[in-house]
């Protein structure tokens, strides 16, 4: 993916709706960058960020996303959105299987 540049999407419902591949995008971006690049773009709302958990907090006081980092990766609750992503590391789901396997 480069900037400027469309987005692809491809493959089943819902996975093949942009909408839905922005959002993860978005939450991938919220996860990973850095909390004071991303506070400057919030309009009310605010980033809290305490050890492995970062929270967004809008206007009202509301918790409307979350990420938090665990031994095998990152669960990220989009409350707003209403969905949660757990991005698993390769060598985690690698290491899964191998024991399944046993």
């Known amino acids: 993916m480069t ?7 491809s493959g089943l419902e819902p996975f093949n709706q942009p909408q839905l ?4 995008v978005a939450d991938m971006q919220l996860h990973q960058w850095p909390v004071p690049s991303l ?5 009310g709302g605010y980033i809290n ?3 492995n958990k970062r929270t967004v ?3 009202k006081g509301d918790v409307i996303w979350l990420s938090t980092v665990d031994v095998g990766g990152v669960v990220i609750e989009n409350i707003a959105g209403g969905y949660t992503l ?4 390769l060598e985690e ?9 046993h």
């Open 86 to 89: 757990r991005v698993v590391l």
């Open 93 to 101: 789901l690698k290491l899964e299987q191998a024991e399944q396997d």
């Open 49 to 51: 960020q305490i050890s």
């Open 3 to 9: 900037p400027g540049s469309p987005l692809q999407t």
């Open 21 to 24: 591949a922005k959002a993860v």
């Open 57 to 59: 907090i809008n206007a």
């Open 39 to 43: 506070q400057q773009q919030l309009k």
